[in-house]
């Protein structure tokens, strides 16, 4: 039965990476087109918020349990995310800034080991080092290495930020009062849509944009397909997927995998957007890869095993 909940949480957190991947192809024709990074961001969470509010008000009574995490998942998982992600991307490379990001798994596997004391599996330790030196190659980091210092601090802050999605997405997992991760994603949205609202300036937006067309690779699209993919697939779909796979996985695990979304970005730049993708590239997709394999499958000690009279109390009782 728990194999069979790791397989199903991993299929789920695979789903996820591909969805939540898919975001840029389908983003960068409407920024090109002329919306600004930032309102495209709005345009994102304020949409699955609309989503998804029906599924707020089903679980209206998280208002009450769960404030504190609802406030937290709406600042830091969605709207921390996107705002420290496109400062950093304002002053430094696209790829410095995206490797920067997914150092997430990373900072979240110290935060589980020397905050939450609790024991970090060699495996997934491992993969995420695998994993890390595969974003390096696939965003071919040594292109950028004259860096803006401040870049690179919004950058970090944006992984601090990936790292605590995974920490709230997993809070309460455990315990009697589990709050149901859909009604989380859903506050968590309409939080993070507020926030983006200050951030953003939406009545700036050109709505022009998102009338009339974008080109996908040379080939012309309505805007409003595009804003839906990214509203509905990438953003919606993602974390509904992204959230449950973290309560049937770890969040170390689950952290490890999401760093296949930086590689199913780049693939499907490529075949969609016609962008280069070089040997290194291939190379840091494929470590990426053996990385998230390496992490799921890890198998972490049983408690009981780790303490001899644990066992002899357990023996006798049975």
Known sequence: MQASGKNAGLGLALVSAFAFGGSGVAAKPLIEAGLDPLQMVWLRVAGAALVLSPLAWRHRDLLWRKPALLAGFGLIAVAGVQAFYFASLSRIPVGVALLLEYLGPALLLGWI??????????????????????LACVVEIWAGLSLDLLGVLFGLAAACC??????????????????????????????????MTVIARPWEIDWQVLGGQASVGGTMMPAPVLLGWVV??????AYLTGVVSVRKLSPQVAGVVACLEAVVATVL????????????????GGLVLGGAFIAQSSRPTPPAAADPAVLDRATTSA
């Open 113 to 134: 080991r020397f905050v939450q004391r609790k024991p970090v599996t060699r495996g997934a330790a491992a993969g995420a080092a695998v994993a890390v030196v595969g």
């Open 232 to 237: 509905l697939v990438a953003t919606v779909f």
């Open 162 to 195: 990936q790292a605590f999605y995974f920490v709230f997405a997993d809070q309460g997992a455990d315990g009697d009062d589990v709050p149901d991760p859909l009604g989380v994603i859903a506050y968590g949205m309409i939080v993070g849509a507020l926030v």
């Open 269 to 284: 730049a490529w075949i969609l957007l016609g962008e280069h993708l070089s040997t290194w590239q291939i190379v840091g």
